[in-house]
């Protein structure tokens, strides 16, 4: 075969790239999990006709068929690639609600597909980190603005740029805009999703030419998505608009707590920010983007916000609320800015230099003896001379070699004559340990032997740019 | 929406049973990184080309299509989902072999798609978990026999049934078909393969129809294939029979080594079991198959081997051996069998009852400085009685509870008047932790109250069945 090229829109990390994006999803795992939410993992795949049930995602669907059914086979019970994780969620909660506790808090990682074309930042395949909160029936406000806290809590810990979380609350737009006179919110809101990519006098000309508004309905709204602080402030803020309707006043409260308690938790972190519409159609009340300071060109690195319909059947209700981080993203945007790095390009820890092919039994004992202790260890993959074994632990950012001294069942060390050892040639007695960055090298025991504390696992470092 | 319902072939776990999983995956994990493994995730999806180049696949192949597709796009790039790891990885290596160091040591943890009709443990999306060895050029014989030591450590310290592995070699089967005079080795093979499935007398017409040999022919394979040991004394049994050919005397030598490094590791872990072929044809020696004890009859959950020809471009070739654990099939065994669980179900260790509503931001501290020491903590969904929030607790199995005592931002805990805490109201005083298992209560600091290390996180049981 040829040598194999990428596919665009698919990214795959090379092996310290990928130690870097475990550490970060194992972080905000642990992070989920000490704020109490229950590990779920769906398929990848729903129905067709449920994928398309919320919102403009159509287009983004992928659609399996198997290679060998007929044609005829693939129309009703079609399956699609899932392109999020809050549609499969609330599907899971409908399905398995007789075997759930509500409130139900689960988190799930995994990855989604959409079938959009490629450009910069946008992926076809990528892993999103999510939370969601679901009741039945009803879902206590509090909810709302404890999300966005527990995501600043898993991001906070990790060396890259601190975030600033948009909120806004969908009723306060939609109750602002019936306040005005516009009849079809949706459309509004959909224009006004766009006022960062295309500006303010293009998105009046949408608002009136999709949403049909008046211009000075379109002069109101732009004025409302102009709203943004940090504190409660914004409320007065739309109070001054002079619009008044018992959906806002509803949106205003519920937006006010969210932003207190964000205050709270870290002042600056949230902010109100009222042009914040999110595309998907299903968010009924909060809504939630997040940019990475320094970042904020590429866009939103984790959304969500809260949803009453999406998971409801017949007389059963569960509104949810949730988010999502967006991992592949944040990671993409930071390696493209060359701003992670990793220690080393494999977990071990230490290398067991091999003397010779015969001591190879010994060799693996010795290494065993490490791992039950949490080293991570391999045994060199040959014989070579130890100055070729030593640039083998080298090249991989292994910071220990190993060298078994002659032991009952050594041969005597025959591969040592051309290594490195500090004397010159392999240890005559006891094993020793070599600091291959420093050179240091001292006697040691398997049995007992410990690295430093910050040896043992690969680190991951920010980088400060430039 | 009607309720929906389950996707034959799609299994989905409950939060405890997912909790396990986890459990499962992160040991294997690190015990694949204590090995010097490192991570790699591929993308989903391959082109299909490179899916259905090897092996009886084609079959099982999803197809992808984008729904807004033409279909006349759908020519020539096709992508398809990956049906193991194999493939996926040895595309990876050629694709950036300038990147990577060699040998090169992978693990790789995904699911994997398979569009076969589902049947008792067959799954149409499942997890592997992967390690894979390669070099360039030549590939050392010794990882033959180091891969399956590290399965066996990685499923040796869980709560399971042991294993047995069960090795065999191709060059042993190929040589002696070649030994007896049999021209179709790979038809013969496949045929082989089926030995457990359709008993000998089946085996032996197939072998007559669909391989060409005689009768006599036919009756050596299977007396090759009856063979089986967990010392080398299996070689003398195939030098009884009588044959001679250059490929088989290097196999044998080769799964002598296996089985030795083996029985020296952990004796009857690893036995020479020569009917053992694999339907991949891939495979060019070392192959293993896994048997978990009291559940052969549900066939192999780890399966590999050494692929010469796999990954080659041109010149370049880099021939490799792996192992792959059968994730979702191991614990849809066990979870059938009824034979793991776990202590509760979610993460929570501790519940903080809520007095009364105007106490959220208090007790949000007490669950903050709690996580700040690693104990997973939730806050009451709400004010309700003491009684209420205790079931809620108990529910999911969560051990502790914290009743916030009359701190100087409280209102004194209204209620707390129909609770459970030890004297009959809210705590006067400070804060007071009740293990609810045993009614045990005491006052805590959340500064620097622990659990016992054994409720701290969720525990993994294994359930002896019956």
Same mark, same amino acid.
């Given at each position: 075969?040829?040598?194999?090229?990428?596919?665009? $829109?698919?990214?795959?990390?090379?092996?310290?790239?990928?130690?870097?994006?475990?550490?970060?999803?194992?972080?905000?795992?642990?992070?989920?999990?000490?704020?109490?939410?229950?590990?779920?993992?769906? +398929?990848?795949?729903?129905?067709?006709?449920?994928?398309?049930?919320?919102?403009?995602?159509?287009?983004? %669907?992928?659609?399996?068929?198997?290679?060998? *059914?007929?044609?005829?086979?693939?129309?009703?019970?079609?399956?699609?690639?899932?392109?999020?994780?809050?549609?499969?969620?609330?599907?899971?909660?409908?399905?398995?609600? $007789?075997?759930?506790?509500?409130?139900?808090?689960?988190?799930?990682?995994?990855?989604?597909?959409?079938? *959009?074309?490629?450009?910069?930042?946008?992926?076809?395949?990528?892993? /999103? #980190?999510?939370?969601?909160?679901?009741?039945?029936?009803?879902?206590?406000?509090?909810? *709302?603005?404890?999300?966005?806290?527990?995501?600043?809590?898993?991001?906070?810990?990790?060396?890259?740029?601190?975030?600033?979380?948009?909120?806004?609350?969908?009723?306060?737009?939609?109750?602002?805009?019936?306040?005005?006179?516009?009849?079809?919110?949706?459309?509004?809101?959909?224009?006004?999703?766009?006022?960062?990519?295309?500006?303010?006098?293009?998105?009046?000309?949408?608002?009136?030419?999709?949403?049909?508004?008046?211009?000075?309905?379109?002069?109101?709204?732009?004025?409302?998505?102009?709203? =943004? @602080?940090?504190?409660?402030?914004?409320?007065?803020?739309?109070?001054?608009?002079?619009?008044?309707?018992?959906?806002?006043?509803?949106?205003?409260?519920?937006?006010? +707590? %969210?932003?207190? @308690?964000?205050?709270?938790?870290?002042?600056?972190?949230?902010?109100?920010?009222?042009?914040?519409?999110?595309?998907?159609?299903?968010?009924?009340?909060?809504?939630? *983007?997040?940019?990475? +300071?320094?970042?904020?060109?590429?866009?939103?690195?984790?959304?969500?916000?809260?949803?009453?319909?999406?998971?409801?059947?017949?007389?059963?209700?569960?509104?949810?609320?949730?988010?999502?981080?967006? %991992?592949?993203?944040?990671?993409?945007?930071?390696?493209?800015?060359? #701003?992670?790095?990793?220690?080393? =390009? &494999?977990?071990?820890?230490?290398? &067991?230099?091999?003397?010779?092919?015969?001591?190879?039994?010994?060799?693996?004992?010795?290494?065993?003896?490490?791992?039950?202790?949490?080293? @991570?260890?391999?045994?060199? !993959?040959?014989?070579?001379?130890?100055?070729?074994?030593? +640039?083998?632990?080298?090249?991989?950012?292994?910071?220990?070699?190993?060298?078994?001294?002659?032991?009952?069942?050594?041969?005597?060390?025959?591969?040592?004559?051309?290594?490195?050892?500090? $004397?010159?040639?392999?240890?005559?007695?006891?094993? /020793?340990?070599?600091?291959?960055?420093?050179?240091?090298?001292?006697?040691?025991?398997?049995?007992?032997?410990?690295?430093?504390?910050?040896?043992?696992?690969?680190?991951?470092?920010?980088?400060? !740019?430039?």
């Amino acid at each position: 075969m040829s040598r194999p090229t990428p596919l665009s $829109g698919f990214p795959e990390w090379l092996p310290p790239q990928r130690m870097i994006e475990q550490y970060v999803l194992d972080r905000i795992r642990a992070t989920f999990e000490l704020h109490g939410f229950a590990p779920l993992e769906t +398929r990848a795949v729903e129905p067709l006709d449920q994928l398309l049930r919320k919102g403009e995602t159509s287009k983004e %669907v992928y659609v399996l068929r198997r290679l060998q *059914e007929d044609s005829a086979d693939a129309s009703d019970d079609a399956l699609g690639l899932h392109f999020d994780l809050t549609v499969p969620f609330a599907r899971f909660v409908l399905e398995n609600a $007789g075997k759930l506790q509500f409130p139900f808090r689960r988190y799930q990682i995994q990855k989604v597909w959409r079938g *959009e074309r490629p450009q910069e930042g946008r992926y076809r395949e990528f892993a /999103q #980190a999510d939370i969601d909160i679901v009741d039945r029936d009803t879902l206590g406000p509090h909810y *709302e603005a404890e999300l966005p806290l527990v995501v600043a809590d898993a991001l906070g810990g990790l060396p890259i740029p601190p975030i600033r979380i948009q909120v806004n609350n969908r009723k306060v737009c939609e109750g602002f805009y019936r306040g005005v006179g516009v009849t079809d919110a949706e459309a509004a809101l959909r224009a006004v999703d766009k006022l960062d990519k295309i500006g303010p006098a293009k998105v009046a000309e949408l608002l009136v030419s999709t949403a049909g508004t008046t211009e000075a309905q379109a002069r109101a709204c732009l004025a409302l998505a102009g709203i =943004s @602080a940090s504190d409660a402030s914004f409320a007065d803020a739309v109070l001054a608009l002079g619009v008044t309707d018992p959906l806002l006043d509803e949106g205003l409260a519920e937006l006010v +707590r %969210v932003v207190q @308690a964000g205050a709270e938790h870290a002042p600056g972190l949230l902010v109100a920010d009222l042009k914040i519409a999110r595309g998907l159609d299903y968010y009924t009340g909060t809504v939630y *983007e997040t940019q990475l +300071r320094g970042y904020e060109r590429f866009g939103s690195i984790c959304s969500g916000g809260r949803y009453d319909n999406l998971a409801a059947s017949g007389d059963e209700r569960y509104p949810g609320v949730g988010i999502s981080i967006g %991992v592949t993203r944040l990671l993409g945007l930071l390696f493209g800015a060359g #701003a992670l790095g990793v220690s080393r =390009s &494999v977990p071990s820890c230490v290398l &067991v230099a091999l003397p010779d092919e015969d001591s190879r039994a010994r060799c693996d004992r010795i290494a065993a003896a490490l791992r039950r202790r949490g080293i @991570a260890t391999e045994v060199s !993959p040959s014989a070579a001379k130890y100055g070729k074994q030593i +640039r083998y632990a080298e090249r991989r950012g292994i910071p220990y070699v190993w060298f078994p001294g002659a032991g009952p069942d050594s041969g005597g060390g025959a591969g040592g004559s051309g290594g490195a050892p500090a $004397g010159g040639g392999a240890p005559a007695g006891g094993d /020793q340990v070599k600091d291959i960055r420093s050179g240091a090298q001292c006697p040691a025991d398997a049995a007992n032997w410990q690295p430093p504390a910050e040896d043992l696992h690969p680190r991951i470092l920010g980088v400060s !740019p430039g």
